[in-house]
RNA sequence: UCCCCCGUAGCUCAAUUGGCAGAGCAGCCGGCUGUUAACCGGCAGGUUUUUGGUUCGAGUCCAAACGGGGGAGCCA
């Protein structure tokens, strides 16, 4: 048994501490031998099949959540294994690295609220998770973004290292790359574009890197590493279109929706492709979060951007220009189907003004995996959340 | 099944984060005009889906119900 399932049909609930909010999760033993732990997915029956990493089909209604064939080990296992202490170490002086970066870059480091009235509405697929504060609902925080922007009123630039939550699907737990508790290096710059922005995103990885590979050697060997193939991020940062992106896909032969985003498999095609990291801008209007500002030279296009890993490894960050004006702001509100009388002391602040920006998160795990080279995003995390399994 | 959004005049929708419910079309009355998606002026039109709650005050916030729409391996 792992520990975390309970004797054949048995049905576990698990509920938070929340007086709305229910994380559900039906769990029960399978198998002779092992403790197999499958869940119900919140998924119809009619929806489209799902497909694991290697693009095998599977069965949305009895796919398997079971620890092993996750290769989860038990927590105490993967803290003290060897691999986990040089991701640690590792992890440790990209942490270091980012800091120094952007201490001489003057951004200002802040620690913002984990729970809060309302955070960003984060992935569609995505639940918040509530939280009783006083007899208000409040929630733990899926992104810093509001406050990144309410707070460049008194800072021109600042970052935080901050965790998230996001109760991803269950469907996530497979992709390698989702956690439902995970952090970000999150950056925002007063009266910058989505260019620069840009480039300080490169150059703040290039930064991590160098620092990783000139003082982790022994760490990077350890985790195998190869450091020929990890140094190629310290060259420039290639760009494409999002439109530019669907054409490459179609002509491979990968359907893809040109007004949609680009999906799991599409990304990680162009992932496995590419020689180095490398941006895609100009996403469609419509997938992103209200607070990413449309081109006003081409509507219907964001001024934002996705930075993609080589190697497979996928997206580590987005960002964008943001929008500050208060009527686009709830213009956008309600086109991407959000309510903002939810937003109240947002919208107040931005009603005063806030200055325009822009800014990105880098998904702190997701960084280390592609630094480390790491299988899984869980493998970036002491005490991984994966999406679906009950872990302390 | 879960999450989110919507429900305002006969119809299509406003009301910009709590402060006197508005417009266009349709209807009715009158005017103008060989009209044809007519035009001009006027009139009428509402228990803001329902029930409860918070508030000095609710279309707006909260809870529940009903109805409609969207989403559910992309969005670190």
């Given at each position: 048994m792992d520990g975390c399932g309970g004797p054949a049909g048995r049905r576990h609930r698990h509920r938070d501490a929340g007086p709305r909010h229910v994380v559900r999760a039906a769990v029960r033993a399978g198998g002779a031998v092992g403790s197999g732990r499958r869940v119900t997915p919140t998924v119809p029956a009619d929806a489209p099949p799902l497909h694991d990493e290697l693009g095998r089909p599977m069965d949305s209604t009895t796919f398997s959540m079971n620890r092993a064939e996750l290769d989860l080990p038990s927590p105490v296992d993967h803290v003290r294994s060897p691999r986990t202490r040089a991701m640690v170490r590792v992890q440790n002086r990209m942490l270091d690295a980012a800091r120094e970066f952007l201490r001489d870059e003057s951004v200002t480091e802040i620690r913002p609220p984990i729970i809060g009235p309302v955070t960003d509405p984060g992935g569609r697929g995505a639940k918040q998770v509530d939280v009783d504060y006083y007899g208000r609902r409040y929630r733990l925080m899926t992104s810093a973004i509001l406050y990144k922007q309410v707070t460049l009123t008194g800072f021109d630039a600042i970052y935080a290292i901050a965790p998230n939550v996001r109760l991803e699907?269950?469907?996530?737990?497979?992709?390698?790359r989702h956690l439902a508790e995970f952090h970000q290096i999150d950056v925002e710059v007063a009266g910058a574009s989505r260019d620069e922005v840009m480039l300080l995103a490169q150059r703040l990885v290039g930064h991590i890197v160098t620092r990783c590979l000139s003082d982790c050697q022994g760490e990077l060997s350890e985790l195998g590493r190869e450091t020929a193939e990890l140094s190629r991020a310290l060259e420039p940062f290639d760009r494409m279109t999002h439109a530019e992106a669907v054409a490459a896909l179609m002509d491979s032969g990968h359907p893809q929706d040109p007004g949609a985003e680009i999906d799991w498999q599409g990304e990680e095609l162009l992932s496995s492709r590419a020689p180095r990291p490398f941006f895609v801008v100009d996403y469609p209007k419509g997938s992103r979060g209200f607070y990413d500002r449309e081109s006003p030279s081409e509507p219907g296009l964001l001024r934002n951007f996705d930075l993609l890993a080589p190697g497979g490894y996928g997206e580590l960050a987005s960002g964008s220009e943001r929008e500050y004006d208060y009527g686009r702001i709830v213009t956008r509100m309600r086109e991407t189907g959000e309510n903002p009388a939810k937003y109240g002391w947002y919208l107040e602040a931005a009603r005063a003004g806030i200055p325009a920006s822009a800014g990105f998160g880098i998904g702190l795990e997701r960084l280390t995996r592609y630094v480390a080279g790491l299988?899984?995003?869980?493998?970036?995390?002491?005490y991984p959340k994966v999406p679906g399994v009950f872990a302390p």
């Open positions: 699907p269950l469907e996530t737990a497979v992709t390698h299988p899984a995003v869980w493998q970036a995390s002491l």
